[in-house]
């Protein structure tokens, strides 16, 4: 059981973040649950794009269960949620910093593969930041889209119920292992001896790979982290075999097929650039069919930050339903 005695100060100094680092490093996890029917679409996706990657090592860095390399989890400001930031803060960390991690995973007795990568001295979280590099271009590039929708809508989500009912009431909400009592959250976490910890800042970092697991994430002079799975990680991966339906595809003789891919993409909150790459087509030709289908009642649109994003309406669901 861990004890964290929230200070005063971590009310003001409580953060939602996201992480593309920390969801590869946990979607390694996934590739061997072939009982997990959550990301059984996701899995069976990537399965053929998994050739020539470094899995040994990727697995190695990453292995089953409960303990987990904390440079490999690091959260990113909501600003700054590129891979590419975070694998450039991987190759920065200290040697000694990277052994420690991986030691805290396996204890004294390094696989033969790790052993190399902390025997390289600086050159070895290049070495893992280039292995992350191409396994995250070969097997999650082109759904990140898709998981950053659930992370966002999470967090806008969590945010209305933290300015509605508190932190405490937040943070009993985020996992079943947490529990809240007179300034001190409770975490049930077996695996580690018991301590007693002072928190003054936090992030909380929702996560699609993580679920079901809470993931404690040890930070300095009074800063903790926790990654929890995402509200309504099981729609993550709904439709995502989906391809333009030809010939007797109802939909695409109804709004034209263009529309209709659009249509069916939107089952997410989605944005006119994630479309325009998916569909292979330019901003502008998306946005004209954006227009047509919102202003015909089949999308709606909502401003997140600079960008716009749409999504199903009610009547659009049951018109996607009905045709598919």
């Known amino acids: ?175 079943p292992e947490i529990t809240v009592e007179h300034g001190t959250m409770r975490v049930d976490k077996p695996h580690l001896p018991p301590e007693t910890l002072h928190a003054s800042a936090m992030t909380l970092t929702p996560s699609i790979f993580g679920w079901p697991n809470l993931i404690i994430q040890d930070g300095e002079r009074g800063r903790f982290g926790l990654i929890y799975g995402a509200q309504g990680v099981a729609t993550t991966w709904e439709g995502l075999h989906s391809a333009p339906r030809l010939g007797g595809d109802q939909l695409a003789l109804l709004l034209g097929r263009t529309r209709a891919e659009i249509l069916r993409r939107a089952d997410l909150p989605i944005n006119t650039t994630q479309l325009a790459r998916e569909l292979g087509q330019s901003l502008g030709s998306v946005n004209e069919h954006l227009t047509l289908l919102r202003d015909s009642g089949l999308l709606e649109s909502n401003r997140q930050g600079r960008s716009v994003l749409y999504s199903q309406t009610a009547l659009a669901r049951s018109l996607v339903s009905a045709q598919d």
């Open 1 to 175: 059981m861990l004890d964290f005695i929230l200070d005063p100060q971590v009310l003001g100094q409580t953060y939602f973040t996201i992480s593309p680092l920390a969801e590869a490093a946990l979607s390694l996890h996934q590739l061997g649950r072939r009982h997990d029917a959550i990301h059984a679409r996701w899995r069976s996706r990537v399965r053929d794009r998994l050739a020539d990657l470094d899995l040994p090592l990727l697995l190695a860095a990453v292995p089953p269960g409960p303990r987990f390399a904390d440079c490999l989890l690091s959260p990113a400001p909501i600003s700054r949620t590129r891979i590419e930031d975070q694998l450039d803060d991987l190759v920065k960390v200290e040697p000694a910093i990277l052994a420690a991690d991986l030691g805290f995973v396996w204890g004294a007795q390094l696989p033969p593969r790790l052993r190399d990568l902390v025997d390289a001295g600086s050159d070895g979280p290049a070495r893992l930041a280039d292995r992350f590099a191409e396994y995250w271009e070969r097997v999650l590039r082109d759904v990140w889209p898709r998981m950053l929708a659930v992370l966002e809508a999470d967090i806008r989500r969590r945010s209305v119920a933290l300015s509605g009912a508190g932190l405490y009431r937040l943070l009993e909400g985020v996992h």
